[in-house]
Protein backbone atom coordinates (compact mmCIF):
# COMPACT_ATOMS: atom_id res chain seq x y z
CA UNK A 1 0.00 0.00 0.00
CA UNK A 2 1.32 3.29 -1.19
CA UNK A 3 1.45 6.53 1.71
CA UNK A 4 -0.61 9.29 1.06
CA UNK A 5 0.96 11.49 3.90
CA UNK A 6 3.81 10.71 6.25
CA UNK A 7 3.45 13.01 9.19
CA UNK A 8 7.34 13.22 11.13
CA UNK A 9 7.39 14.58 14.93
CA UNK A 10 4.22 16.71 14.69
CA UNK A 11 4.04 18.96 17.23
CA UNK A 12 1.81 21.81 18.21
CA UNK A 13 1.93 24.55 20.74
CA UNK A 14 -1.06 26.42 21.94
CA UNK A 15 -0.64 30.03 23.98
CA UNK A 16 -3.09 29.85 26.57
CA UNK A 17 -3.22 33.17 28.68
CA UNK A 18 0.90 33.60 29.09
CA UNK A 19 1.82 30.04 28.98
CA UNK A 20 2.39 27.48 26.27
CA UNK A 21 0.20 24.23 26.48
CA UNK A 22 1.39 21.05 24.17
CA UNK A 23 -1.71 19.97 22.01
CA UNK A 24 0.61 17.44 20.21
CA UNK A 25 4.34 15.89 21.44
CA UNK A 26 5.87 14.82 18.71
CA UNK A 27 3.55 12.87 16.35
CA UNK A 28 4.81 10.56 13.38
CA UNK A 29 2.03 8.66 11.87
CA UNK A 30 1.43 7.12 7.88
CA UNK A 31 -1.79 7.51 6.29
CA UNK A 32 -1.96 4.88 3.68
CA UNK A 33 -3.66 6.01 0.33
CA UNK A 34 -7.29 4.70 0.25
CA UNK A 35 -7.14 3.73 3.97
CA UNK A 36 -9.84 4.29 6.51
CA UNK A 37 -7.78 5.19 9.59
CA UNK A 38 -9.49 6.15 12.85
CA UNK A 39 -8.00 8.73 15.31
CA UNK A 40 -9.67 8.36 18.71
CA UNK A 41 -9.08 9.83 22.13
CA UNK A 42 -10.65 11.62 25.09
CA UNK A 43 -10.96 15.70 25.05
CA UNK A 44 -7.33 17.05 25.44
CA UNK A 45 -6.32 14.01 23.54
CA UNK A 46 -5.27 16.21 20.73
CA UNK A 47 -7.30 14.28 17.92
CA UNK A 48 -8.70 17.60 16.55
CA UNK A 49 -5.52 18.79 16.95
CA UNK A 50 -4.19 16.69 14.63
CA UNK A 51 -6.76 17.36 11.96
CA UNK A 52 -6.49 20.43 12.01
CA UNK A 53 -2.78 20.45 11.49
CA UNK A 54 -3.14 18.39 8.68
CA UNK A 55 -5.95 20.56 7.00
CA UNK A 56 -3.76 23.39 7.63
CA UNK A 57 -6.65 25.10 9.79
CA UNK A 58 -4.50 25.73 12.81
CA UNK A 59 -4.80 29.21 14.83
CA UNK A 60 -2.33 31.70 13.75
CA UNK A 61 -0.95 31.75 17.60
CA UNK A 62 0.04 27.95 17.57
CA UNK A 63 3.33 27.23 17.24
CA UNK A 64 3.82 24.06 14.59
CA UNK A 65 7.00 21.66 14.42
CA UNK A 66 7.78 18.48 12.36
CA UNK A 67 7.25 17.52 8.58
CA UNK A 68 4.39 16.17 6.68
CA UNK A 69 5.27 14.59 2.99
CA UNK A 70 2.21 14.40 0.90
CA UNK A 71 1.63 12.33 -2.44
CA UNK A 72 -0.75 13.39 -3.83
CA UNK A 73 -1.27 13.50 -7.13
CA UNK A 74 -0.94 16.67 -7.69
CA UNK A 75 2.47 16.99 -5.89
CA UNK A 76 6.17 16.61 -6.90
CA UNK A 77 8.02 13.07 -5.90
CA UNK A 78 9.41 13.36 -2.66
CA UNK A 79 12.47 15.35 -2.50
CA UNK A 80 11.90 17.47 -5.44
CA UNK A 81 11.79 20.73 -6.14
CA UNK A 82 9.06 22.43 -7.98
CA UNK A 83 10.36 25.32 -10.54
CA UNK A 84 9.96 28.24 -9.16
CA UNK A 85 7.32 28.85 -12.28
CA UNK A 86 4.69 26.54 -10.82
CA UNK A 87 4.91 28.37 -7.33
CA UNK A 88 1.97 29.68 -6.05
CA UNK A 89 1.15 32.94 -5.94
CA UNK A 90 2.06 34.06 -1.98
CA UNK A 91 2.48 37.17 -0.78
CA UNK A 92 4.52 37.24 1.69
CA UNK A 93 3.35 40.25 3.66
CA UNK A 94 0.27 38.86 4.30
CA UNK A 95 0.92 35.52 4.14
CA UNK A 96 -2.25 34.13 1.82
CA UNK A 97 -2.26 31.72 -0.72
CA UNK A 98 -4.30 33.09 -3.46
CA UNK A 99 -6.49 30.97 -5.14
CA UNK A 100 -4.83 31.34 -8.50
CA UNK A 101 -3.20 28.10 -9.40
CA UNK A 102 -1.84 26.75 -7.32
CA UNK A 103 0.82 24.23 -8.44
CA UNK A 104 3.28 21.68 -6.52
CA UNK A 105 4.89 23.36 -3.46
CA UNK A 106 8.15 22.13 -2.22
CA UNK A 107 9.74 24.15 -0.08
CA UNK A 108 10.37 24.69 3.64
CA UNK A 109 7.93 27.67 4.05
CA UNK A 110 9.86 29.72 6.43
CA UNK A 111 7.17 31.56 8.23
CA UNK A 112 7.38 34.54 9.54
CA UNK A 113 5.69 36.40 12.53
CA UNK A 114 2.28 35.86 13.54
CA UNK A 115 -0.08 38.73 13.74
CA UNK A 116 -2.67 37.44 15.79
CA UNK A 117 -2.20 37.14 20.06
CA UNK A 118 -5.97 36.07 20.71
CA UNK A 119 -6.39 32.89 19.81
CA UNK A 120 -6.29 30.04 22.31
CA UNK A 121 -7.41 26.97 21.04
CA UNK A 122 -8.67 25.90 17.39
CA UNK A 123 -12.21 25.82 19.01
CA UNK A 124 -12.54 28.63 20.29
CA UNK A 125 -11.86 31.90 18.30
CA UNK A 126 -11.13 32.24 14.66
CA UNK A 127 -9.41 30.09 12.71
CA UNK A 128 -6.38 31.57 10.66
CA UNK A 129 -7.24 29.56 7.48
CA UNK A 130 -10.53 30.19 6.80
CA UNK A 131 -12.73 28.76 3.55
CA UNK A 132 -14.54 31.66 2.36
CA UNK A 133 -16.51 31.39 -0.49
CA UNK A 134 -14.08 28.28 -1.42
CA UNK A 135 -11.05 30.51 -1.18
CA UNK A 136 -8.93 29.28 1.22
CA UNK A 137 -6.80 31.98 3.24
CA UNK A 138 -3.66 31.19 5.48
CA UNK A 139 -2.48 33.28 7.58
CA UNK A 140 1.62 33.35 8.18
CA UNK A 141 2.22 31.94 11.53
CA UNK A 142 5.06 30.65 13.75
CA UNK A 143 5.99 27.78 12.30
CA UNK A 144 8.74 25.16 11.57
CA UNK A 145 6.71 22.84 9.97
CA UNK A 146 8.17 21.73 6.58
CA UNK A 147 5.82 20.40 4.20
CA UNK A 148 6.55 18.71 0.70
CA UNK A 149 3.73 20.34 -0.34
CA UNK A 150 0.74 22.39 0.88
CA UNK A 151 -2.29 20.67 0.33
CA UNK A 152 -5.36 23.07 -0.55
CA UNK A 153 -8.22 22.54 1.30
CA UNK A 154 -10.80 21.67 -0.71
CA UNK A 155 -9.39 20.35 -3.98
CA UNK A 156 -6.92 18.13 -2.03
CA UNK A 157 -8.56 17.46 1.28
CA UNK A 158 -12.19 17.65 2.57
CA UNK A 159 -13.35 18.28 6.00
CA UNK A 160 -16.40 17.84 7.69
CA UNK A 161 -16.94 19.38 10.94
CA UNK A 162 -19.01 18.63 13.55
CA UNK A 163 -21.76 21.09 13.44
CA UNK A 164 -23.01 21.65 10.22
CA UNK A 165 -24.95 24.85 11.30
CA UNK A 166 -21.50 26.91 11.77
CA UNK A 167 -19.85 25.45 8.89
CA UNK A 168 -22.49 26.15 5.83
CA UNK A 169 -23.74 29.71 5.42
CA UNK A 170 -27.05 30.24 6.80
CA UNK A 171 -28.30 32.73 3.63
CA UNK A 172 -26.74 30.98 0.98
CA UNK A 173 -28.53 28.63 -0.87
CA UNK A 174 -27.67 24.44 -0.68
CA UNK A 175 -26.82 24.49 -3.93
CA UNK A 176 -24.16 27.42 -4.34
CA UNK A 177 -22.54 26.07 -0.77
CA UNK A 178 -21.44 22.99 -2.53
CA UNK A 179 -21.22 24.84 -6.71
CA UNK A 180 -18.86 27.40 -5.57
CA UNK A 181 -16.25 24.25 -4.39
CA UNK A 182 -16.52 23.15 -7.36
CA UNK A 183 -16.19 26.27 -9.06
CA UNK A 184 -13.11 27.48 -7.28
CA UNK A 185 -11.13 23.92 -7.30
CA UNK A 186 -12.23 22.87 -10.75
CA UNK A 187 -12.35 25.56 -13.21
CA UNK A 188 -15.87 25.06 -13.77
CA UNK A 189 -18.81 27.46 -15.23
CA UNK A 190 -21.58 28.41 -12.67
CA UNK A 191 -23.52 26.11 -14.98
CA UNK A 192 -21.31 23.48 -14.53
CA UNK A 193 -20.87 23.48 -10.58
CA UNK A 194 -24.69 23.63 -10.33
CA UNK A 195 -24.90 20.53 -12.31
CA UNK A 196 -22.16 19.26 -10.14
CA UNK A 197 -23.50 20.13 -6.94
CA UNK A 198 -26.89 18.58 -7.90
CA UNK A 199 -25.27 15.41 -8.46
CA UNK A 200 -23.27 15.70 -5.18
CA UNK A 201 -26.99 16.69 -3.50
CA UNK A 202 -27.76 12.96 -5.19
CA UNK A 203 -25.18 11.16 -4.34
CA UNK A 204 -25.82 12.35 -0.28
CA UNK A 205 -28.99 10.98 -0.55
CA UNK A 206 -30.78 14.33 -0.11
CA UNK A 207 -34.61 14.03 -0.89
CA UNK A 208 -35.79 15.96 -3.62
CA UNK A 209 -32.65 17.37 -5.21
CA UNK A 210 -34.41 20.28 -6.86
CA UNK A 211 -35.52 21.71 -4.11
CA UNK A 212 -32.85 20.55 -1.72
CA UNK A 213 -30.26 22.88 -4.66
CA UNK A 214 -32.62 26.24 -3.83
CA UNK A 215 -32.93 25.69 0.37
CA UNK A 216 -31.04 27.15 2.89
CA UNK A 217 -29.61 25.74 5.65
CA UNK A 218 -32.14 26.40 8.23
CA UNK A 219 -34.66 24.48 6.11
CA UNK A 220 -32.80 20.85 6.93
CA UNK A 221 -32.24 18.61 9.58
CA UNK A 222 -29.21 18.01 11.50
CA UNK A 223 -28.47 15.29 9.75
CA UNK A 224 -29.66 16.66 6.10
CA UNK A 225 -27.48 19.79 6.99
CA UNK A 226 -24.08 17.09 7.43
CA UNK A 227 -24.95 15.48 4.22
CA UNK A 228 -25.06 18.63 2.62
CA UNK A 229 -21.84 19.54 4.74
CA UNK A 230 -20.21 16.26 3.60
CA UNK A 231 -21.52 17.06 -0.15
CA UNK A 232 -19.50 20.02 -0.30
CA UNK A 233 -16.48 18.56 1.37
CA UNK A 234 -16.39 16.15 -1.35
CA UNK A 235 -17.11 18.59 -4.23
CA UNK A 236 -13.79 19.11 -6.06
CA UNK A 237 -12.73 15.09 -5.10
CA UNK A 238 -10.27 15.17 -2.62
CA UNK A 239 -8.23 12.62 -2.05
CA UNK A 240 -8.27 12.99 1.68
CA UNK A 241 -11.63 13.45 3.91
CA UNK A 242 -11.03 14.22 7.00
CA UNK A 243 -14.32 13.95 9.47
CA UNK A 244 -13.46 15.46 13.10
CA UNK A 245 -16.71 14.56 15.25
CA UNK A 246 -18.84 14.31 11.98
CA UNK A 247 -21.36 12.39 14.04
CA UNK A 248 -20.97 13.30 17.45
CA UNK A 249 -24.24 15.67 17.67
CA UNK A 250 -26.17 13.67 15.99
CA UNK A 251 -28.71 11.16 17.42
CA UNK A 252 -27.74 7.26 16.88
CA UNK A 253 -29.81 6.37 14.19
CA UNK A 254 -28.64 9.59 11.86
CA UNK A 255 -25.24 9.27 13.30
CA UNK A 256 -25.66 5.34 11.72
CA UNK A 257 -27.10 6.56 8.52
CA UNK A 258 -24.24 9.24 8.21
CA UNK A 259 -21.35 6.83 8.82
CA UNK A 260 -22.92 4.64 6.19
CA UNK A 261 -22.50 7.28 3.83
CA UNK A 262 -19.01 8.32 4.16
CA UNK A 263 -18.12 4.38 4.21
CA UNK A 264 -19.92 4.26 0.74
CA UNK A 265 -18.79 7.76 -0.83
CA UNK A 266 -15.06 6.91 0.46
CA UNK A 267 -14.99 3.64 -1.40
CA UNK A 268 -16.87 5.25 -4.21
CA UNK A 269 -14.37 7.74 -5.14
CA UNK A 270 -11.19 5.89 -3.57
CA UNK A 271 -10.47 8.35 -1.02
CA UNK A 272 -8.71 8.13 1.97
CA UNK A 273 -10.36 8.68 5.41
CA UNK A 274 -9.23 10.42 8.69
CA UNK A 275 -12.26 10.06 10.88
CA UNK A 276 -11.73 11.70 14.44
CA UNK A 277 -13.93 10.51 17.04
CA UNK A 278 -13.93 10.23 21.17
CA UNK A 279 -16.39 7.02 20.18
CA UNK A 280 -14.25 4.17 19.97
CA UNK A 281 -17.25 1.06 19.27
CA UNK A 282 -18.59 3.70 16.51
CA UNK A 283 -14.94 4.07 14.99
CA UNK A 284 -14.22 0.48 15.19
CA UNK A 285 -16.92 -0.07 12.67
CA UNK A 286 -16.01 2.35 10.18
CA UNK A 287 -11.98 2.46 10.12
CA UNK A 288 -9.53 -0.49 9.19
CA UNK A 289 -6.85 1.05 11.25
CA UNK A 290 -7.27 3.15 14.80
CA UNK A 291 -4.86 5.22 16.01
CA UNK A 292 -5.37 5.88 19.72
CA UNK A 293 -4.17 9.56 21.60
CA UNK A 294 -3.59 10.76 24.58
CA UNK A 295 -2.70 14.09 26.08
CA UNK A 296 -1.21 15.01 22.66
CA UNK A 297 1.00 11.41 21.99
CA UNK A 298 0.02 8.35 19.77
CA UNK A 299 -0.61 5.84 22.44
CA UNK A 300 -1.16 3.25 19.92
CA UNK A 301 -1.54 2.72 16.35
CA UNK A 302 -2.85 -0.76 14.81
CA UNK A 303 -5.38 -2.32 12.59
CA UNK A 304 -8.80 -2.14 14.33
CA UNK A 305 -9.18 -6.15 14.88
CA UNK A 306 -6.31 -5.79 17.13
CA UNK A 307 -6.72 -2.70 19.12
CA UNK A 308 -10.26 -3.80 20.07
CA UNK A 309 -9.25 -7.28 20.36
CA UNK A 310 -5.69 -7.37 21.45
CA UNK A 311 -4.73 -3.68 22.75
CA UNK A 312 -1.07 -3.77 23.66
CA UNK A 313 -1.17 -0.36 26.04
CA UNK A 314 -3.09 -0.16 29.15
CA UNK A 315 -4.76 3.00 27.92
CA UNK A 316 -6.21 1.28 25.23
CA UNK A 317 -7.37 -1.27 27.17
CA UNK A 318 -9.17 1.32 29.82
CA UNK A 319 -10.98 2.75 27.06
CA UNK A 320 -12.24 -0.01 25.62
CA UNK A 321 -13.12 -1.06 29.02
CA UNK A 322 -14.74 2.41 29.97
CA UNK A 323 -17.23 1.69 26.73
CA UNK A 324 -20.64 0.87 27.95
CA UNK A 325 -22.23 -0.95 25.49
CA UNK A 326 -25.23 -3.19 24.82
CA UNK A 327 -24.25 -5.95 25.84
CA UNK A 328 -21.93 -4.15 29.13
CA UNK A 329 -22.71 -6.07 32.26
CA UNK A 330 -25.23 -3.11 33.81
CA UNK A 331 -23.68 -0.92 36.64
CA UNK A 332 -26.97 -1.07 38.38
CA UNK A 333 -27.21 -3.24 40.78
CA UNK A 334 -30.95 -4.75 40.05
CA UNK A 335 -31.72 -6.93 43.45
CA UNK A 336 -34.04 -5.35 45.52
CA UNK A 337 -35.92 -2.22 44.66
CA UNK A 338 -37.47 -3.29 41.85
CA UNK A 339 -41.58 -4.28 42.27
CA UNK B 1 -47.85 5.32 45.65
CA UNK B 2 -45.85 6.52 42.37
CA UNK B 3 -43.26 9.59 43.22
CA UNK B 4 -44.45 11.27 40.22
CA UNK B 5 -47.48 10.43 38.00
CA UNK B 6 -47.76 11.79 34.90
CA UNK B 7 -51.24 11.29 32.93
CA UNK B 8 -52.10 12.34 29.35
CA UNK B 9 -49.19 15.21 28.85
CA UNK B 10 -49.91 17.30 25.38
CA UNK B 11 -47.55 20.15 24.50
CA UNK B 12 -47.57 21.43 20.77
CA UNK B 13 -45.87 23.76 19.18
CA UNK B 14 -47.00 26.08 16.01
CA UNK B 15 -44.61 26.08 13.37
CA UNK B 16 -45.78 28.57 10.40
CA UNK B 17 -48.93 27.71 10.23
CA UNK B 18 -49.09 23.76 11.08
CA UNK B 19 -49.18 22.69 14.90
CA UNK B 20 -47.09 19.80 15.76
CA UNK B 21 -47.29 17.74 18.65
CA UNK B 22 -44.12 17.32 20.71
CA UNK B 23 -45.80 15.58 23.54
CA UNK B 24 -48.95 14.03 22.28
CA UNK B 25 -50.91 12.59 25.36
CA UNK B 26 -47.85 10.70 27.48
CA UNK B 27 -48.39 9.21 30.43
CA UNK B 28 -46.04 7.11 33.01
CA UNK B 29 -44.99 7.08 36.73
CA UNK B 30 -41.87 6.86 38.66
CA UNK B 31 -41.49 4.95 42.22
CA UNK B 32 -39.43 6.40 44.63
CA UNK B 33 -35.70 5.58 44.24
CA UNK B 34 -36.54 3.97 40.41
CA UNK B 35 -34.74 5.20 37.40
CA UNK B 36 -37.06 5.72 34.34
CA UNK B 37 -34.97 6.68 31.01
CA UNK B 38 -36.60 7.92 27.81
CA UNK B 39 -34.73 7.05 24.42
CA UNK B 40 -35.52 8.24 21.38
CA UNK B 41 -34.28 9.54 18.08
CA UNK B 42 -34.22 13.46 18.20
CA UNK B 43 -37.19 15.79 18.28
CA UNK B 44 -39.17 12.51 19.90
CA UNK B 45 -40.17 14.61 22.89
CA UNK B 46 -37.60 13.15 25.42
CA UNK B 47 -36.68 17.08 26.53
CA UNK B 48 -39.74 18.31 26.39
CA UNK B 49 -41.52 15.49 28.92
CA UNK B 50 -38.17 16.86 31.20
CA UNK B 51 -38.95 20.45 30.94
CA UNK B 52 -42.76 20.36 31.58
CA UNK B 53 -42.13 17.67 34.66
CA UNK B 54 -39.99 20.61 35.45
CA UNK B 55 -42.18 23.41 35.19
CA UNK B 56 -40.05 25.31 32.83
CA UNK B 57 -42.51 25.23 30.39
CA UNK B 58 -46.31 24.30 30.66
CA UNK B 59 -48.50 21.82 29.01
CA UNK B 60 -51.48 21.91 26.63
CA UNK B 61 -53.05 19.48 28.62
CA UNK B 62 -52.58 16.80 30.87
CA UNK B 63 -51.57 16.36 34.77
CA UNK B 64 -48.56 15.62 36.59
CA UNK B 65 -48.83 14.47 40.03
CA UNK B 66 -45.82 14.81 42.42
CA UNK B 67 -45.75 13.42 45.68
CA UNK B 68 -49.00 13.07 46.22
CA UNK B 69 -49.95 16.80 45.01
CA UNK B 70 -51.15 18.30 41.81
CA UNK B 71 -47.87 19.95 40.65
CA UNK B 72 -49.30 22.00 37.84
CA UNK B 73 -51.72 23.83 40.59
CA UNK B 74 -48.93 24.67 42.91
CA UNK B 75 -47.90 28.21 42.44
CA UNK B 76 -45.87 30.94 44.82
CA UNK B 77 -44.17 29.85 47.60
CA UNK B 78 -45.88 26.26 47.35
CA UNK B 79 -44.54 25.58 44.41
CA UNK B 80 -40.93 27.38 45.48
CA UNK B 81 -40.93 24.89 48.59
CA UNK B 82 -41.85 21.82 46.39
CA UNK B 83 -39.12 22.38 43.68
CA UNK B 84 -36.71 21.91 46.35
CA UNK B 85 -37.61 18.08 46.14
CA UNK B 86 -37.36 17.65 42.47
CA UNK B 87 -33.72 19.08 40.77
CA UNK B 88 -32.30 19.01 37.45
CA UNK B 89 -28.87 18.15 35.92
CA UNK B 90 -28.32 18.93 32.68
CA UNK B 91 -25.98 18.18 30.11
CA UNK B 92 -23.89 21.23 29.84
CA UNK B 93 -23.22 22.60 33.63
CA UNK B 94 -21.23 25.51 32.06
CA UNK B 95 -23.94 26.83 30.21
CA UNK B 96 -26.22 26.21 33.71
CA UNK B 97 -24.08 28.16 36.31
CA UNK B 98 -22.54 31.52 35.87
CA UNK B 99 -18.73 30.86 34.84
CA UNK B 100 -17.21 33.31 36.78
CA UNK B 101 -19.07 31.96 39.71
CA UNK B 102 -16.91 30.25 42.36
CA UNK B 103 -18.30 26.34 43.21
CA UNK B 104 -19.11 27.37 46.74
CA UNK B 105 -21.49 30.35 45.73
CA UNK B 106 -22.90 27.59 43.32
CA UNK B 107 -23.94 25.25 45.93
CA UNK B 108 -24.63 27.83 48.82
CA UNK B 109 -27.54 29.81 46.21
CA UNK B 110 -29.97 26.31 46.89
CA UNK B 111 -28.83 26.04 50.63
CA UNK B 112 -30.18 29.95 51.29
CA UNK B 113 -32.73 30.15 48.78
CA UNK B 114 -34.63 27.10 50.02
CA UNK B 115 -33.75 28.29 54.04
CA UNK B 116 -31.89 25.36 54.41
CA UNK B 117 -28.64 25.94 56.12
CA UNK B 118 -28.22 29.61 57.92
CA UNK B 119 -25.28 31.40 56.82
CA UNK B 120 -22.83 30.19 59.75
CA UNK B 121 -23.55 27.06 58.89
CA UNK B 122 -23.29 27.08 54.84
CA UNK B 123 -19.52 26.58 54.46
CA UNK B 124 -19.61 23.26 56.55
CA UNK B 125 -22.49 22.36 54.47
CA UNK B 126 -20.65 22.92 51.08
CA UNK B 127 -17.68 21.46 52.47
CA UNK B 128 -19.86 18.32 53.20
CA UNK B 129 -21.75 18.15 49.53
CA UNK B 130 -18.60 18.57 48.00
CA UNK B 131 -16.90 15.68 49.27
CA UNK B 132 -20.68 13.51 49.13
CA UNK B 133 -19.89 14.29 45.39
CA UNK B 134 -16.13 12.57 45.33
CA UNK B 135 -14.25 16.45 45.30
CA UNK B 136 -12.12 17.42 48.12
CA UNK B 137 -13.30 20.70 50.04
CA UNK B 138 -10.29 23.12 48.77
CA UNK B 139 -12.62 23.18 45.23
CA UNK B 140 -14.72 25.58 47.19
CA UNK B 141 -13.06 29.01 46.64
CA UNK B 142 -12.49 28.46 42.31
CA UNK B 143 -14.18 29.30 39.43
CA UNK B 144 -16.17 27.15 37.99
CA UNK B 145 -14.82 27.69 34.48
CA UNK B 146 -11.76 26.76 35.60
CA UNK B 147 -12.52 23.07 37.03
CA UNK B 148 -12.70 20.31 34.64
CA UNK B 149 -15.48 19.12 33.31
CA UNK B 150 -16.34 16.23 35.41
CA UNK B 151 -15.48 18.48 38.13
CA UNK B 152 -18.05 20.78 37.13
CA UNK B 153 -20.78 17.60 36.42
CA UNK B 154 -19.96 16.72 39.89
CA UNK B 155 -20.91 20.66 41.34
CA UNK B 156 -23.83 20.30 39.20
CA UNK B 157 -25.08 17.45 41.50
CA UNK B 158 -23.67 18.26 44.33
CA UNK B 159 -25.78 21.40 43.87
CA UNK B 160 -29.24 18.78 43.04
CA UNK B 161 -28.90 17.02 46.05
CA UNK B 162 -28.19 20.29 48.38
CA UNK B 163 -32.19 20.18 49.01
CA UNK B 164 -32.68 16.80 49.59
CA UNK B 165 -34.59 15.81 46.26
CA UNK B 166 -36.94 13.05 45.73
CA UNK B 167 -36.83 13.13 42.06
CA UNK B 168 -33.69 14.05 39.63
CA UNK B 169 -34.45 15.19 36.42
CA UNK B 170 -30.97 13.96 34.58
CA UNK B 171 -31.16 15.44 30.61
CA UNK B 172 -28.53 13.91 29.02
CA UNK B 173 -26.15 14.53 32.00
CA UNK B 174 -23.37 12.10 31.38
CA UNK B 175 -23.40 12.53 27.36
CA UNK B 176 -20.83 15.00 27.33
CA UNK B 177 -18.66 13.48 29.38
CA UNK B 178 -14.96 11.35 28.47
CA UNK B 179 -15.74 7.79 28.64
CA UNK B 180 -13.40 7.26 31.86
CA UNK B 181 -15.41 10.33 33.80
CA UNK B 182 -18.94 8.81 32.27
CA UNK B 183 -18.15 5.43 34.22
CA UNK B 184 -17.27 7.51 37.77
CA UNK B 185 -20.22 9.60 37.01
CA UNK B 186 -22.98 7.16 36.92
CA UNK B 187 -21.67 5.28 39.32
CA UNK B 188 -21.80 8.15 41.65
CA UNK B 189 -25.52 8.70 40.85
CA UNK B 190 -26.15 5.13 41.00
CA UNK B 191 -24.37 4.98 44.57
CA UNK B 192 -26.98 8.29 45.81
CA UNK B 193 -30.06 6.76 44.77
CA UNK B 194 -28.89 3.73 46.71
CA UNK B 195 -28.34 5.75 50.00
CA UNK B 196 -30.92 8.45 49.37
CA UNK B 197 -33.52 6.56 47.67
CA UNK B 198 -33.35 9.68 45.26
CA UNK B 199 -35.46 8.31 41.65
CA UNK B 200 -34.15 9.74 38.56
CA UNK B 201 -36.14 10.78 34.86
CA UNK B 202 -33.25 9.65 33.14
CA UNK B 203 -33.17 11.69 29.34
CA UNK B 204 -30.29 9.73 27.06
CA UNK B 205 -29.88 9.01 23.73
CA UNK B 206 -27.41 6.34 24.58
CA UNK B 207 -29.17 3.01 24.81
CA UNK B 208 -25.94 1.26 26.35
CA UNK B 209 -26.08 3.76 29.24
CA UNK B 210 -29.57 3.77 29.73
CA UNK B 211 -29.72 -0.35 30.10
CA UNK B 212 -26.63 -0.13 32.61
CA UNK B 213 -28.17 2.22 34.86
CA UNK B 214 -32.47 2.23 34.69
CA UNK B 215 -34.78 0.13 36.04
CA UNK B 216 -37.20 0.84 33.35
CA UNK B 217 -37.43 2.61 30.07
CA UNK B 218 -39.87 4.48 27.78
CA UNK B 219 -38.91 4.60 24.13
CA UNK B 220 -40.63 7.76 22.10
CA UNK B 221 -41.01 8.62 19.07
CA UNK B 222 -42.54 11.67 17.35
CA UNK B 223 -43.63 12.61 20.84
CA UNK B 224 -45.74 9.36 21.78
CA UNK B 225 -44.85 6.23 23.84
CA UNK B 226 -43.56 3.77 21.43
CA UNK B 227 -42.43 1.17 23.98
CA UNK B 228 -42.30 0.84 27.63
CA UNK B 229 -41.11 -1.27 30.14
CA UNK B 230 -37.89 -3.11 31.97
CA UNK B 231 -34.62 -1.32 30.52
CA UNK B 232 -32.99 -4.65 30.04
CA UNK B 233 -35.62 -6.24 28.33
CA UNK B 234 -36.69 -3.83 26.18
CA UNK B 235 -33.43 -3.10 24.85
CA UNK B 236 -32.22 -6.18 24.53
CA UNK B 237 -35.50 -7.64 22.69
CA UNK B 238 -37.26 -3.99 21.46
CA UNK B 239 -40.81 -4.80 19.64
CA UNK B 240 -41.49 -1.48 18.16
CA UNK B 241 -40.62 0.23 14.94
CA UNK B 242 -38.26 2.81 16.64
CA UNK B 243 -36.61 0.65 19.40
CA UNK B 244 -35.91 -1.95 16.45
CA UNK B 245 -34.17 0.94 15.14
CA UNK B 246 -32.42 2.34 17.96
CA UNK B 247 -30.88 -0.49 18.69
CA UNK B 248 -29.92 -1.36 15.01
CA UNK B 249 -27.75 1.88 14.94
CA UNK B 250 -26.08 1.55 18.17
CA UNK B 251 -22.41 0.67 17.51
CA UNK B 252 -21.15 -2.49 19.22
CA UNK B 253 -18.01 -3.92 20.12
CA UNK B 254 -18.25 -7.40 19.92
CA UNK B 255 -20.48 -7.34 16.79
CA UNK B 256 -17.57 -5.60 14.66
CA UNK B 257 -14.66 -7.95 16.67
CA UNK B 258 -16.54 -10.92 15.63
CA UNK B 259 -17.03 -9.39 11.80
CA UNK B 260 -13.43 -9.10 11.93
CA UNK B 261 -12.65 -12.47 13.24
CA UNK B 262 -14.60 -13.93 10.54
CA UNK B 263 -13.47 -11.89 8.00
CA UNK B 264 -9.74 -12.54 8.89
CA UNK B 265 -10.73 -16.33 8.55
CA UNK B 266 -11.64 -15.99 4.69
Excluded at chain 1, 270 to 289: C, K, N, P, Q, V
Aim: net charge positive; aromatic share 4%.
Amino acid sequence: MTTLASIRDLTVTYRRDSNEVAALRSVSLDIANGERLAIIGESGSGKSTLALAIAGLLPGSSRIGGRIDWFLPSSPPSGAKAPPSVLPDISPSRGEIGSSPAGPLSASLAMGESGDKGVISPLEGEMSGRTEGGLVRREVRKSSLKQSYIPRLGRDIGFVFQDPSASLDPVMTIGKQIAEVARTHLGLTWSQSYARAKSLIERVRLPDPDSALRAFPHQLSGGQKQRVAIAAAIAAGPKLLIADEATSALDTIVQAEIVALIRRLVTEDGMTLLFISHDIALAAELAERIAVFRHGQLVELGMTAQIVGAPAQHYTRALLDAHIGLDTRPLLDRAGLHA
Amino acid sequence: MSLLAVSNLTKCYRRGDKTIAAVDDVSFHIDPGETLALAGPSGSGKSTIARLVLRLIEPDDGRIDFEGSDFLALSGAALRARRARLQMVFQDPLAAFNPRATVARVLDDPLRVHGIASRAERPRRIAALLERVGLIADLAPRAIHEISGGQRQRVAIARAIATKPSLIVLDEAASALDVSVRGEILKLLLDLQRQEKIAYLFISHDLGVIRSVAHRVILLDAGRIAENGDAQTVIDAPQSAIGKALVAAAPRLNRTLMRLASAGLD
